[in-house]
């Protein structure tokens, strides 16, 4: 009952505002979506882009459970596979970008060891996305099972409920974190430096984060979710997704 009211309100919001979209995103992607929605709407001013974040595990029930979003940008390309193969989605999943894990602590660490210093016991508490949901969370624990850490430290773990939210485990409530690499390069994370606050972890650990974004059912029909599809595609929208240390095809 709950989840056929909360739909139909989501429904009759989306009636209210005939120029807006709303699109699922994944939660890595949130640093970067400011800067992709400022240079969508250069070309289209009267577009409104509602985004709602979260992990791409549970933005594929709620897409499969009929929430109206037009777009899907996947952390992993899995979850869009699904939706196509199940006839939610309408276009074949497309590769919009790969992503890259950090290891960041808001303390001043030393990183040497690599993985080996979450063996350490001033490190009490390594924030990481639930694995469950969230495709940065599996290649964490990838990272850490191929390092030959994970079953000295997984007690230490500390589950956020996505990539975005391990950013703020790994800021207030732990020593340590297995971050998105974007992160970083948003404003509200400067002050962090590589090499003090954070280093890339090797990507020879844990299998590519190809991202894929399909249109759904949804939004086949609405040429401006049409427009964004091929605008995250975009050389433009590469850019500045290249920026935020993705990696783009």
């Given at each position: 009952m709950f989840t056929k009211i909360l739909l139909a309100s989501w429904l009759f919001v989306g009636s209210l505002h005939g120029g807006t979209i709303t699109i699922a995103v994944a939660a890595n992607v949130s640093y970067a979506m400011d800067e992709l929605k400022k240079e969508f709407i250069k070309h289209h001013p009267d577009t409104k882009i509602e985004?709602?974040?979260?992990?791409?595990?549970?933005?594929?029930?709620?897409?499969?459970?009929?929430?109206?979003?037009?777009?899907?940008?996947?952390?992993?390309?899995?979850y869009p596979q699904r939706l196509y193969a199940d006839g939610v989605a309408t276009t074949k999943p497309l590769l919009y970008a790969q992503g890259g894990l950090a290891m960041f602590s808001s303390k001043t660490i030393d990183f040497s060891k690599g993985l080996e210093l979450l063996k350490s016991p001033t490190i009490s508490k390594i924030a990481i996305a639930n694995p469950q949901t969230a495709p940065y969370g599996v290649a964490a624990m990838e990272a850490m099972k191929n390092a030959n850490v994970l079953s000295s430290v997984e007690k230490k773990f500390v589950f956020a409920e996505s990539i975005a939210q391990t950013v703020s485990y790994a800021i207030t409530a732990a020593d340590i974190g297995f971050i998105a690499k974007s992160s970083l390069y948003s404003p509200n994370m400067s002050a962090y430096k590589e090499n003090i606050h954070w280093v890339s972890v090797d990507s020879k650990l844990y299998m590519p984060i190809d991202q894929g974004v399909v249109m759904l059912k949804n939004g086949e029909n609405n040429s401006e979710v049409v427009a964004f599809y091929n605008f995250i595609l975009s050389p433009k929208a590469k850019a500045i997704l290249e920026k935020f240390g993705y990696i783009v095809p």
């Open positions: 985004v709602v974040l979260g992990s791409s595990g549970k933005l594929t029930a709620q897409i499969k459970n009929g929430a109206p979003y037009g777009l899907f940008m996947a952390a992993d390309m899995k």
